[in-house]
C-alpha cells in the first residue's frame, strides 16, 4: 500500500535531475559569480547545469522563488533579477 502511494507520488513529480550531485563550473557570464556564492549553499551548482534542458524562463523564476521560500536560500530582493538575468541567458532550455 505504502509502496504504491510512493509509485504514484514519484510518478507525478516533475521531471527533474537531482541526481550526480559533484561540482561543476559555470559558464562566464554577468551574474556568475553572484550565482555560484549563493546557489552552492545547500547543493552544488551542478544542480543547475543538470536541470537547464528542462528549465525555461518561467520555470527557472518558479525554481528560484522556491529555493527561497521553500528551502530559504539567502537570497536578497535585488539579487533575484541578477540571478535570472544570469540562469536564463546562460541555462534556459531552448524555446
Ligand atoms: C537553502 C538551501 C538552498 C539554496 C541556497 C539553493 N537551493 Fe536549490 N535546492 C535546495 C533543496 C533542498 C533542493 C531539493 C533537491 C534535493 O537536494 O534533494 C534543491 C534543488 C534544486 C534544483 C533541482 C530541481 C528541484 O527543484 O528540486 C535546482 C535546479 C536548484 N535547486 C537550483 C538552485 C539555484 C539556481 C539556486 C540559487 C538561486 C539554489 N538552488 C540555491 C536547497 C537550496
Not at 529555493?67 to 537570497?75: D, E, H, K, W
Request: glycine share 6%; hydrophobic share 45%; aromatic share 6%.
Amino acid at each position: 500500500m505504502h509502496r504504491i502511494a510512493l509509485a504514484m507520488l514519484l510518478a507525478a513529480a516533475p521531471v527533474l535531475a537531482i541526481a550526480d550531485d559533484v561540482p561543476a563550473p559555470l559558464r562566464p557570464g554577468a551574474g556568475q559569480e553572484t550565482v555560484e556564492r549563493i546557489c552552492s549553499g545547500c547543493h552544488t551548482t551542478s544542480y543547475i547545469r543538470m536541470n537547464a534542458p528542462f528549465l525555461s524562463e518561467a520555470q527557472w523564476k518558479a525554481e528560484v522563488t522556491k529555493m527561497r521560500q521553500v528551502f530559504g536560500a539567502p537570497i536578497e530582493d535585488d539579487e533575484v533579477a541578477e540571478i535570472l538575468a544570469y540562469l536564463i541567458a546562460e541555462y534556459g532550455a531552448p524555446k
